[in-house]
């Protein structure tokens, strides 16, 4: 087994959490919950080498538990339907265990699976293997992913054939190695079926002796055609160009976008976003993009992802490599987009969103290190969804800090209001609660929410070892003041968040708590051995789905799982809804 597989350490955690890691009790709780959230880069807590080494122990460790599962988690993680969606873990997981079960017996058909959906996630999977020290491809998982690219059509392969996916190692001449997808089909072409070998040896075929393999490949004769003079709509719509091709041979015209903009599928929802300006500025007024937005499903989108687009409208950009001036008019384009993103995403019932807006949420990107949108962007982007109906968002620290929405304020400058909130956020909550409780008392007009969702990337102390935050002072008495008001006790035997929760059921009604850690760290707990509490982590298209079922039940504490111990170690499987979810994959 290579080193990096072996050579796994420990991490360093935020203060006050280590005594909650779950790795050694119960690894497979341990993978899913704390490491589906696993960010691979430098953040505030540690470093990008240690974040891997991390993940890789969790996943092998799952993987001992229950042969099977780790495979399961992966291809979890990776489906943008079922799963999570996540393309980074959808490829470097399969790589790590591939490597370190090479021949076993779902190696070549869950390197298939995790690698069915994108065609660049196959170039992924091997830079992977290389720039991890995880050796070459083995024999199984090439059968995998030769199967995985021949789910593909013409226009995906061709769209990533030439892209260059850079390596760690340098050449000889010192520049960064790279791979392109056509290398990696070279890699596999043993095991490839007729049509992707026949466009393989396209691709790999010098210029001048390419004309003659085009034949029987549609695609490519039209393109062949059109790029060789006969630019009409037959021949660019046969031959599916690109985006980036058309804007590049056409030039980003009206009449260009018109032409893409025409056929179905070849600007999808997510470029349809990304191009809105370049769209604008080619003379499509920004009505007329509110109305196509309108039109479209944007499904798979999360809420940050159009904030950071209307904050580069509102704001311009100014990022290594590119720079763009302020187009306020296009706003109203990203609150479109934002509205059929939203079209059914949140559980029935009034939610507060809560935002840890402290330093670190601000720190790491999310979705690579190209990616402006941080975990802080998220978090007040989705507490600032919840106010369109509840009517304010929060910041949290052992208190909490209100934000009103404004009439007729936006939620992206909703959004942005909460970034400048003083709640640095806090790894217990219930003192939070308590605050809300006293807030909602002595405001009884105000809303009350039926849900609280606290956004952090903290690890969260479980809910049964919460406290009300600084027991000394004027603040602290005045919390106990109220539970004991209340007639709720507050001993050793009694939870504060409990309590806390206990007091909001007998003054204000029902109420859940779902502590969402956004960037979830080694010592993350999870499960809530509390009612009317649920923690989760990570960007999952179902999570909401979860909450939902969850709430539908009662609310129910998560039944107690007994301890893993290395003797015992791959002899049951724990139970759990979101595990045997994750078995069906």
Same mark, same amino acid.
């Given at each position: 087994?290579?080193?990096?597989?072996?050579?796994?350490?420990?991490?360093?955690?935020?203060?006050?959490?280590?005594?909650?890691?779950?790795?050694?009790?119960?690894?497979?709780?341990?993978?899913?919950?704390?490491?589906?959230?696993?960010?691979?880069?430098?953040?505030?807590?540690?470093?990008?080498?240690?974040?891997?080494?991390?993940?890789?122990?969790?996943?092998?460790?799952?993987?001992?538990?229950?042969?099977?599962?780790?495979?399961?988690?992966?291809?979890?993680?990776?489906?943008?339907?079922?799963?999570?969606?996540?393309?980074?873990?959808?490829?470097?997981?399969?790589?790590?265990?591939?490597?370190?079960?090479?021949?076993?017996?779902?190696?070549?058909?869950?390197?298939?699976?995790?690698?069915?959906?994108?065609?660049?996630?196959?170039?992924?999977?091997?830079?992977?293997?290389?720039?991890?020290?995880?050796?070459?491809?083995?024999?199984?998982?090439?059968?995998?992913?030769?199967?995985?690219?021949?789910?593909?059509?013409?226009?995906?392969?061709?769209?990533?054939?030439?892209?260059?996916?850079?390596?760690?190692?340098?050449?000889?001449?010192?520049?960064?190695?790279?791979?392109?997808?056509?290398?990696?089909?070279?890699?596999?072409?043993?095991?490839?079926?007729?049509?992707?070998?026949?466009?393989?040896?396209?691709?790999?075929?010098?210029?001048?002796?390419?004309?003659?393999?085009?034949?029987?490949?549609?695609?490519?004769?039209?393109?062949?055609?059109?790029?060789?003079?006969?630019?009409?709509?037959?021949?660019?719509?046969?031959?599916?160009?690109?985006?980036?091709?058309?804007?590049?041979?056409?030039?980003?015209?009206?009449?260009?976008?018109?032409?893409?903009?025409?056929?179905?599928?070849?600007?999808?929802?997510?470029?349809?976003?990304?191009?809105?300006?370049?769209?604008?500025?080619?003379?499509?007024?920004?009505?007329?993009?509110?109305?196509?937005?309108?039109?479209?499903?944007?499904?798979?989108?999360?809420?940050?992802?159009?904030?950071?687009?209307?904050?580069?409208?509102?704001?311009?950009?100014?990022?290594?490599?590119?720079?763009?001036?302020?187009?306020?008019?296009?706003?109203?384009?990203?609150?479109?987009?934002?509205?059929?993103?939203?079209?059914?995403?949140?559980?029935?019932?009034?939610?507060?969103?809560?935002?840890?807006?402290?330093?670190?949420?601000?720190?790491?990107?999310?979705?690579?290190? /190209? %990616?402006?949108?941080?975990?802080?962007?998220? #978090?007040?982007?989705?507490? *600032?969804?919840?106010? $369109? +109906? =509840? @009517?304010?968002?929060?910041?949290?620290?052992?208190?909490?800090?209100?934000?009103?929405?404004?009439?007729?304020?936006?939620?992206?400058?909703?959004?942005?209001?909460?970034?400048?909130?003083?709640?640095?956020?806090?790894?217990?909550?219930?003192?939070?609660?308590?605050?809300?409780?006293?807030?909602?008392?002595?405001?009884?007009?105000?809303?009350?929410?039926?849900?609280?969702?606290?956004?952090?990337?903290?690890?969260?102390?479980?809910?049964?070892? /919460? %406290?009300?935050?600084?027991?000394?002072?004027? #603040?602290?008495?005045?919390? *106990?003041?109220?539970? $004991? +008001? =209340? @007639?709720?006790?507050?001993?050793?035997?009694?939870?504060?968040?409990?309590?806390?929760?206990?007091?909001?059921?007998?003054?204000?009604?029902?109420?859940?708590?779902?502590?969402?850690?956004?960037?979830?760290?080694?010592?993350?707990?999870?499960?809530?051995?509390?009612?009317?509490?649920?923690?989760?982590?990570?960007?999952?298209?179902?999570?909401?789905?979860?909450?939902?079922?969850?709430?539908?039940?009662?609310?129910?504490?998560?039944?107690?799982?007994?301890?893993?111990?290395?003797?015992?170690?791959? #002899?049951?499987?724990?139970?759990?809804?979101?595990?045997?979810?994750?078995?069906?994959?």
């Amino acid at each position: 087994m290579p080193r990096v597989l072996r050579d796994v350490v420990g991490t360093l955690t935020h203060e006050g959490a280590a005594a909650f890691d779950l790795s050694r009790t119960d690894p497979l709780t341990h993978l899913t919950f704390t490491q589906g959230a696993a960010l691979f880069q430098d953040s505030f807590y540690r470093t990008q080498v240690e974040e891997l080494r991390s993940y890789a122990a969790a996943l092998l460790a799952a993987e001992r538990h229950e042969r099977g599962f780790g495979w399961k988690f992966a291809a979890y993680m990776r489906d943008p339907v079922k799963g999570k969606g996540n393309r980074v873990q959808g490829s470097i997981a399969p790589a790590i265990l591939a490597a370190a079960d090479p021949e076993g017996p779902f190696t070549e058909e869950y390197t298939f699976r995790c690698l069915r959906h994108r065609a660049d996630d196959a170039v992924l999977f091997v830079t992977h293997l290389e720039n991890l020290g995880l050796g070459a491809v083995p024999e199984a998982a090439r059968k995998g992913l030769a199967r995985a690219l021949a789910g593909f059509d013409e226009y995906q392969l061709l769209k990533y054939s030439r892209r260059q996916f850079p390596l760690a190692r340098r050449r000889a001449n010192g520049k960064r190695a790279s791979l392109r997808l056509v290398d990696v089909m070279g890699l596999v072409k043993a095991h490839l079926d007729a049509r992707t070998l026949k466009l393989y040896r396209y691709l790999h075929a010098p210029t001048r002796e390419r004309e003659h393999l085009t034949q029987g490949l549609a695609l490519l004769e039209g393109r062949r055609a059109f790029f060789h003079g006969d630019v009409s709509v037959e021949n660019f719509v046969k031959g599916r160009l690109s985006t980036e091709q058309a804007l590049s041979f056409l030039g980003s015209t009206r009449e260009t976008w018109r032409r893409v903009l025409d056929v179905p599928g070849l600007l999808p929802d997510l470029a349809f976003k990304g191009y809105v300006r370049a769209m604008y500025l080619a003379g499509i007024p920004a009505r007329t993009l509110v109305e196509m937005a309108r039109e479209r499903r944007f499904a798979g989108l999360w809420p940050h992802q159009v904030y950071m687009g209307w904050a580069a409208a509102r704001n311009g950009s100014n990022r290594p490599g590119y720079r763009a001036e302020p187009a306020p008019a296009l706003e109203p384009v990203f609150e479109a987009i934002l509205a059929r993103v939203c079209e059914g995403l949140l559980p029935e019932g009034k939610s507060l969103g809560i935002a840890d807006i402290s330093g670190s949420m601000f720190g790491v990107s999310l979705g690579g290190t /190209q %990616s402006q949108a941080t975990v802080g962007d998220a #978090a007040v982007t989705l507490a *600032a969804v919840m106010a $369109r +109906e =509840l @009517g304010y968002a929060a910041t949290f620290s052992d208190d909490i800090f209100v934000e009103d929405r404004k009439p007729g304020q936006g939620v992206f400058d909703h959004a942005y209001a909460l970034r400048g909130g003083p709640g640095w956020g806090s790894t217990q909550v219930a003192g939070s609660v308590v605050s809300l409780i006293q807030l909602l008392r002595s405001q009884p007009s105000r809303p009350r929410p039926r849900t609280l969702y606290f956004f952090s990337d903290m690890q969260f102390h479980p809910p049964e070892f /919460q %406290s009300l935050g600084d027991t000394r002072g004027e #603040a602290a008495e005045r919390k *106990a003041a109220l539970l $004991r +008001e =209340l @007639g709720v006790d507050v001993d050793a035997a009694t939870p504060p968040l409990l309590a806390a929760l206990k007091a909001w059921h007998r003054a204000l009604g029902p109420v859940d708590v779902v502590l969402w850690n956004l960037a979830a760290h080694d010592s993350a707990p999870l499960p809530s051995k509390l009612p009317h509490v649920l923690m989760l982590a990570g960007f999952d298209a179902n999570s909401f789905r979860h909450v939902s079922a969850w709430q539908a039940a009662g609310s129910p504490a998560t039944p107690e799982r007994p301890a893993v111990t290395p003797a015992d170690a791959g #002899a049951g499987k724990n139970p759990g809804a979101e595990l045997d979810f994750i078995r069906t994959f």
